[in-house]
């Protein structure tokens, strides 16, 4: 079990009070820091001394945090659990059990009900969406009980999700260049070129404290990165047919973030004028990082072309 944490005081003792409560027990927890300020380790290593702890000398960010705790853990599954989740008794086992049954996937969704409102969905998988170029979370915001159904999904959210050991060492790790969001749509991406599946398991369920982390940031540095990271993924991991479509789906994408923005969303034109270049730079960064590594992702490719393109248009399907 690995707990990526960053001035988490605030949610650990929730998130760990929960996994003392799971119906499997033979687990470890592995917490990575990323150079908290808060007194949150302090509070673990007095109320938790069963915690391996593993302190990173500055803020690496989420891929680097996870990254090092997946080289840490030693068991045959490694699950991912943001400190500000906080999982059902059965969640654990509910994933374990379904890989145990499924050997042909390789990692498992949870379903991730909102905390304020746990009678709907954060995400019950992760999906992409080819026109906007961003991976999403796969019924977000709708009523929980129309998620019921196992289904193959093209991945997992990884704020709690399952994955075999053996996968990171056929896919690779998430990729630190990432530093903070769109690094687990990266590895789904990566995870469907490669040939792997995800499972999603409805009744691992989990409820998350949603963006109560990111909105500790302030807004502009984080939605550049935001846009750096969209592309770097469509760079990186997008088959060549979609990209073909790029020069008519990235326009209507920039247009859309600023003069087209929803109504609430809207600020002045000269703010979005003033961000609109800004927003290009960060893009053209993305695809440059992007490309750099695209050609180790695609010598993995063990899927078709058409196999691909058609889960990253469909989303789910049938188990």
């Known amino acids: 079990m690995v707990i990526p944490n960053w001035n988490g005081l605030a949610h650990l003792p929730e998130c760990l009070a929960a996994l003392e409560k799971q119906t ?30 593993h302190r990173l ?14 080289a840490a853990a030693r068991g ?23 890989l145990e ?49 196992f289904r193959r999904v093209l991945g997992a959210c990884a704020g709690a999700a399952l994955y075999r050991r053996t996968l990171f060492a056929e ?14 749509t990266d590895f789904n991406l990566r995870c469907l070129i490669a040939g792997k599946r995800c499972l999603y398991v409805p009744e691992a369920r989990v409820r998350h404290k949603f963006r109560a982390s990111i ?15 969209e592309a770097m993924v469509a760079a990186k991991d997008l088959p060549a047919p979609i990209l073909l479509l790029l020069p008519i789906i990235w326009p209507w994408r920039l247009l859309r973030e600023t003069v087209l923005m929803r109504p609430q969303r809207r600020r002045p034109l000269a703010v979005q004028l003033q961000r609109a270049p800004l927003i290009a730079r960060a893009e053209l960064d993305g695809i440059r990082l992007g490309f750099a590594k ?6 993995r490719r063990a899927a078709s072309h058409a196999q691909i393109v058609r889960w990253l248009v469909k989303g789910t399907g049938s188990v």
Request: aromatic share 12%; net charge negative; charged share 25%.
């Open 24 to 53: 499997v027990r033979d687990f470890e927890v592995v917490l990575v820091d990323n150079a908290s300020t808060d007194a949150g380790l302090e509070w673990v290593q007095a109320h938790h001394a069963d915690v391996h702890i």
């Open 57 to 70: 000398t500055s803020n690496r960010g989420f891929a680097a945090a996870v990254n090092r705790g997946i």
């Open 76 to 98: 045959e599954y490694v699950a991912l659990l943001n400190n500000d989740a906080v999982p059902e008794p059965r969640w654990l086992e509910a994933l374990v059990s379904a």
């Open 101 to 149: 049954r499924r050997p042909d996937y390789s990692s498992a969704a949870s379903l991730l009900l909102f905390y304020a409102d746990p009678g709907r969905v954060n995400a019950a998988g992760d999906i992409y969406d080819v026109l906007r170029l961003v991976g999403r979370n796969r019924g977000f915001g709708r009523p929980a009980h129309g998620y019921r159904e």
């Open 171 to 184: 896919v690779g790790l998430f990729d630190e260049d990432f530093f903070l969001m769109s690094e687990d």
């Open 215 to 229: 909105d500790t940031e302030s807004e502009w540095p984080t939605k550049r990165l935001a846009f750096r990271n």
């Open 294 to 299: 695209r050609g180790e992702v695609w010598r």
